[in-house]
């Protein structure tokens, strides 16, 4: 899976619901069986654990700081954000080891989450992209921690990374909260099933 949010959860076409001599019943509830999920070798199916994944709807951050070296703004889109304490205040992300953009992200002394807004679908993909200049065209302010704030965000929050675990094909980042607070009031960007959307206008199929 990759950092961007596009593409962190593989897209999920509609399934019908189990035919009833599939069905069987725990705890009062439905619960379907089947052929098992697992591939040839014992491991699960990775393009199914994506297709599952994809019915949990997730929010959409931008990951933003400055470039020590070259003082640009640099960042990333993930979906991958959670709280993790209240004392101290700590959030955690995932960040792919492939990703070209968290090793500048990572050289700031703080990084910036971005919570995005259901009006900022391009603004994500622009975030999400690879290469070129991910903040042609968009409008920010400077943080407390001088990182992109970008303008139509719900909230941000300005972090210092505290500790950084390898788990499989990604980095699970935690991180402590210096500095936050709200922007706009509108609903947040959401993702599910490999689509964009929003509470009250649905899901875009993945471009």
Request: charged share 15%.
């Amino acid at each position: 899976m990759s950092t961007h949010a596009a593409r962190l959860i593989a897209p999920d076409g509609c399934r019908g619901l189990p035919t009833p001599h599939q069905r069987r019943t725990r705890n009062g509830a439905a619960m379907p069986t089947g052929p098992s999920q697992h591939s040839p070798n014992g491991h699960l199916d990775s393009r199914r654990f994506r297709q599952v994944l994809g019915r949990f709807a997730t929010g959409v951050v931008a990951i933003t700081a400055v470039d020590p070296l070259s003082g640009r703004p640099c960042g990333l889109a993930a979906n991958s954000f959670t709280s993790v304490s209240l004392d101290p205040p700590l959030v955690a992300f995932c960040v792919a080891h492939t990703s070209t953009s968290w090793p500048k992200v990572r050289a700031a002394k703080t990084v910036t989450v971005n919570v995005l807004a259901e009006t900022q679908q391009d603004v994500c993909k622009q975030m999400a992209s690879k290469g070129g200049d991910k903040f042609a065209g968009l409008d920010w302010t400077g943080s407390p921690g001088g990182n992109p704030v970008l303008d139509g965000a719900l909230a941000w929050l300005d972090c210092v990374v505290e500790a950084e675990h390898v788990a499989g094909d990604h980095m699970i980042v935690v991180a402590r909260v210096l500095q936050l607070d709200t922007l706009a009031e509108c609903g947040p960007l959401l993702f599910f099933r490999g689509g964009y959307g929003s509470f009250n206008g649905g899901f875009l199929e993945p471009s």
